[in-house]
């Protein structure tokens, strides 16, 4: 169990590197947590400093995640060594997770992160590659015809369960059981904007809706 604690405390501390307070380091001091809907993904990053500001946070939200789920579980760490009771498997999924907790709650940044989907993401590149194509279609599909990030994502999210269950049970029952908890991490995480669309105040990209009213006038 030492290698797996270790591992996971390691997982754990890369992601709480944030992308979005290490590009705003470099654009001299910018804290995207002060500005918009005060949230350090790319979303906000997007909104609040631009495009290349929120692709730069993004690669390395989405990095973070393939590290710690690609590169971390197999190190073979001194006085650690390898558990043989440990199964690869789970520990990758451990390693994956703590990463996407480490982005929610980063020790480096107060505690205060992001929403966890790009670094989910980029757990999904190592663990079930597969997934991508699937979850960003659906992710894609409900932000065009519904024009809410947080919506797109949370039902992105649950789709990556449903698309295992459906196409890949019993054979891969781990990811499966990953992809419930992260879902449900995931929109545990979004539950402000669950409630900005309960009360009608949740920010709409109209610009990405292709059946909007304002849309069709301009086009």
């Known amino acids: 169990m030492l290698e797996l604690s ?6 754990y501390f890369a992601g709480s590197v944030m992308g979005a307070l290490l590009m705003g380091r470099l654009r001299g001091g910018v804290d995207i947590r002060t500005m918009g809907s005060g949230n350090a993904g790319g979303t906000n990053a997007l909104r609040t400093q631009g495009v290349f500001f929120a692709l730069g946070v993004v690669l390395i939200d989405v990095g973070k995640g393939a590290l710690a789920a690609g590169y971390i579980p197999g190190l073979d760490l001194p006085f650690v060594g390898i558990d043989p009771a440990v199964s690869r498997t789970w520990l990758t999924l451990c390693c994956a997770a703590a ?31 597969w997934l991508i194509v699937p979850i960003l279609l ?3 599909l409900m932000l065009v015809l519904f024009g809410y990030v947080g919506l797109a994502t949370m039902s992105a999210s649950v789709a990556s369960v449903l698309y295992v269950a459906i196409t890949r049970l019993p054979e891969d029952q781990p990811v499966f059981i990953y992809c419930v908890v992260l ?15 309960r009360d009608g105040t949740e920010f709409k990209n109209t610009k990405m809706m292709i059946f909007h009213r304002d849309r069709a006038k301009s086009d």
């Open 183 to 197: 879902a449900g991490f995931i929109i545990f995480c979004h539950r402000s904007n669950i409630q900005r669309l």
């Open 99 to 129: 990463a996407v907790v480490g982005h929610v709650w980063p020790m480096w940044h107060n505690f205060k992160g992001g929403k966890g989907a790009g670094t989910f993401i980029g757990t999904l590149i190592i663990v079930a590659p």
């Open 138 to 140: 659906v992710w894609a």
């Open 6 to 11: 270790i591992k996971f405390l390691l997982s």
